[in-house]
């Protein structure tokens, strides 16, 4: 015979405690031990589950190998000014929809300017507003910050004709874009920034990609996809902008950008001495007036800032 004993109404309570913990405690076990004796070819399929990517496949020397597309910056077609662009696909192991793109400028050629916007609405529409009359190029600047019951306002340094609009940031890597009324430009690594009378405009942004030739920047682990944009200097003064863009605004990681930078140089030989990280994801942008071709989210955003590049 079993004997039935009623419990009273806190024990109760404290078994059902008990029965709902011991089961959370279970799945948690089993996924650790599902976790530590998972294969390598289990853990390359999770990520590529995650992040669109077969992390088996160097996926961005293939794709560097692979053809590419042109588009004028200009009207007249000069050959000077090109958009390059690689779409990513299936067959180099990425993730598809994924478009990586790079400009080079030859060296006085050119002339850069840095714009305070600081407003809020549609990108497209701002960036198109924000471009002047016969530019080849706009693209966005440096980050921004959020204050509480006050409005974004552009964070670091930002110069416009000999003006500062925004003061030097505490930041101890990245550096300083700057140009003078020469329209000579150069990036300035924020640790020998000496706030110079001479810059004419300068704009302050993070990391370094590159530096001295070298990829400056390590794997990390919080690095997340994102839509990126940089600016970088050749050895030979040249200009270069370079971006990744996906639809979604989850195009890269950080890392993987700066190596497709390190890999301008070796697949497309583009000697890159320096290349400065600008604002991404939904800030990432780029604008070619000649065509309308807008890169970037086109929704509504707060633009504290752009650089136009426009034919000297």
């Known amino acids: 015979m079993i004997g039935i004993i009623a419990l009273p109404r806190r024990d109760h309570y404290l078994v059902r405690v008990w029965s709902q913990l011991r089961l959370r405690l279970t799945a948690v076990i089993v996924t650790i031990c599902l976790l530590c004796f998972s294969s390598p070819l289990q853990v390359a399929q999770q990520q590529k589950h995650l992040s669109g990517v077969d992390s088996k496949i160097d996926w961005l020397k293939t794709a560097m190998t692979g053809p590419e597309t042109e588009v004028a910056l200009s009207q007249e077609k000069d050959h000077r000014f090109l958009l390059h662009s690689i779409e990513i696909d299936k067959a180099s192991g990425g993730a598809t929809g994924l478009h990586l793109v790079w400009i080079v400028?030859?060296?006085?050629?050119?002339?850069?300017?840095?714009?305070?916007?600081?407003?809020?609405?549609?990108?497209?529409?701002?960036?198109?507003?924000?471009?002047?009359?016969?530019?080849?190029?706009?693209?966005?600047?440096?980050?921004?910050?959020?204050?509480?019951?006050?409005?974004?306002?552009?964070?670091?340094?930002?110069?416009?004709?000999?003006?500062?609009?925004?003061?030097?940031?505490t930041f101890s890597t990245g550096a300083v874009l700057v140009s003078n009324d020469q329209h000579e430009v150069e990036i300035i690594p924020i640790k020998r920034f000496s706030g110079g009378g001479g810059v004419h405009n300068a704009l302050q942004s993070k990391p370094l990609l590159i530096e001295d030739g070298r990829l400056?920047?390590?794997?990390?682990?919080?690095?997340?996809?994102?839509?990126?944009?940089?600016?970088?200097?050749?050895?030979?003064?040249?200009?270069?902008?370079?971006?990744?863009?996906?639809?979604?605004?989850?195009?890269?990681?950080?890392?993987?950008?700066?190596?497709?930078?390190?890999?301008?140089?070796?697949?497309?030989?583009?000697?890159?001495?320096?290349?400065?990280?600008l604002d991404g994801a939904t800030d990432a942008h780029m604008f070619l007036p000649a065509t309308g071709l807008q890169l970037g989210y086109p929704g509504t955003n707060y633009v504290p800032d752009v650089i136009t590049i426009s034919r000297k």
């Open 216 to 277: 400056s920047i390590r794997p990390n682990k919080s690095d997340g996809l994102f839509n990126r944009v940089a600016i970088g200097v050749t050895e030979n003064g040249d200009l270069c902008i370079a971006g990744a863009f996906k639809d979604d605004t989850q195009a890269i990681t950080l890392y993987d950008f700066g190596r497709f930078l390190s890999l301008l140089r070796a697949k497309k030989g583009l000697p890159l001495r320096t290349v400065l990280n």
């Open 105 to 169: 400028l030859p060296r006085g050629s050119f002339s850069l300017s840095i714009n305070l916007i600081d407003k809020i609405g549609p990108a497209n529409d701002l960036y198109t507003i924000a471009t002047s009359s016969g530019a080849l190029l706009t693209l966005n600047g440096g980050f921004y910050m959020l204050r509480q019951g006050r409005a974004p306002a552009p964070l670091g340094l930002l110069r416009q004709n000999g003006k500062t609009l925004s003061p030097l940031a």
